[in-house]
């Protein structure tokens, strides 16, 4: 399996305004659920909720999506690199760590994680 680097939706979160924290109500949070018990559906809805500017709910949902498929590559591959878009580098280098450098294209992660150190660092500049 060769998952490329381009079909990572964290480059959109850059250009998603920041939205507030909504309230859901329990069947918007039971569709959630239903919706992260598929691998792909998941990652898909993460997707959309950042584009949303949703990053913390698109967060949440690759959570739920590896809690149930914990060897998923690329829902790992994508919350690392949220986790480095909202501000926590360290948390999204971890994440790194635990992806293969088999399943990617060569020198794909270690560009990721090049990112990931210094998505904070654009930031403060």
């Not at 998952?3 to 109500?25: E, H, T």
């Not at 959309?48 to 149930?68: F, K």
Request: glycine share 4%.
């Amino acid at each position: 399996m060769s998952i490329l680097l381009f079909r990572v939706f964290v480059p959109a979160a850059l250009l998603a305004a920041s939205a507030p924290v909504s309230a859901q109500s329990f069947e918007d949070l039971d569709a959630l659920l239903e919706r992260t018990a598929d691998e792909e559906q998941g990652i898909a809805t993460a997707r959309e909720q950042v584009d949303r500017g949703e990053l913390l709910e698109a967060l949440a949902t690759l959570e739920r999506v590896l809690t149930i498929f914990p060897k998923s590559a690329e829902a790992r591959f994508n919350h690392a690199m949220l986790l480095c878009w909202i501000d926590d580098p360290q948390g999204g280098l971890v994440e790194f760590e635990r992806l293969d450098e088999d399943d990617y294209e060569p020198g794909a992660l270690e560009q990721a994680r090049a990112t990931c150190s210094t998505a904070t660092q654009d930031e403060e500049e």
